[in-house]
């Protein structure tokens, strides 16, 4: 089975820094990958998907960007953060025709 | 009109009872549909998966699925506080196989 590593867990970053997440994917191959926000008591809101090596789509105009530049490794970056980034940023792996795994998520909190 | 919807909540039951969260989806060619279990500040985890019409029983969780209504239901029978959390539905867009998500229904058991 697979299993989705995130880090980190929690980050507090100022306003106007820049930001990479890292998602990266073990027991699988050729995943298609997602990285998701969640605002606080809200649904999850796509923000990029990935079904392969430099292929990325994006759901949501904003100041964020993805990369996938490994089979298994999907990172989600900013330039510059805004206070509307905040939020908890959950990676998701869909294999076959079975639901995503999702990994264990970063809080990122923007002040 | 949102294509996964849910009743937000919270939903308050009593231990020991049953809990019955429902979804509704506006994809009439849907064929994949999804219950995930979160709790709070956690990641979604899959608890169940149904793809025909009728019940589909995993120990105390039932899934119920009615294409022609266009909803699907999940019941949750001897709940237990453990069970408190947020319910996400999915609904999978068989085009290009992501999930659509409602927002959740936040279930509480009252000990």
């Known amino acids: 089975s697979q299993t989705i590593h995130q880090w980190p867990a929690t980050l507090v970053q100022p306003v106007g820094s820049p930001l990479s997440l890292e998602c990266t994917v073990e027991g699988t191959s050729n995943p298609n990958l997602y990285w998701y926000r969640q605002a606080a008591g809200r649904g999850l809101q796509l923000l990029f998907y990935s079904v392969g090596i430099g292929q990325i789509s994006s759901e949501v105009p904003q100041n964020l960007s993805a990369s996938r530049p490994q089979d298994r490794q999907f990172i989600l970056s900013s330039k510059k953060l805004l206070l509307s980034d905040s939020g908890f940023y959950l990676c998701?792996?869909?294999?076959?025709?079975?639901?995503?795994?999702f990994g264990s998520g970063t809080r990122l909190t923007v002040v | 009109q949102k294509e996964v919807e849910q009743n937000s909540g919270p939903l308050s039951v009593p231990e020991g009872a049953i809990a019955s969260l429902n979804c509704t989806y506006s994809?009439?060619?849907?064929?994949?549909f999804f219950w995930y279990r979160q709790y709070s500040g956690k990641s979604p985890e899959l608890i169940m998966s149904?793809?025909s019409n009728g019940d589909k029983e995993d120990g105390r969780f039932t899934a119920q699925l009615n294409k022609a209504s266009q909803y699907v239901s999940l019941l949750i029978r001897d709940s237990q506080p453990s069970d408190s959390a947020t319910y996400l539905c999915?609904?999978?867009?068989?085009?290009?196989?992501?999930?659509?998500w409602g927002a959740g229904t936040k279930l509480i058991i009252k000990p």
């Open positions: 999915a609904v999978r867009r068989d085009s290009n196989y992501q999930l659509i």
């Open positions: 998701a792996s869909r294999v076959d025709n079975y639901g995503y795994t």
């Open positions: 994809d009439r060619g849907s064929q994949s």
């Open positions: 149904i793809y």
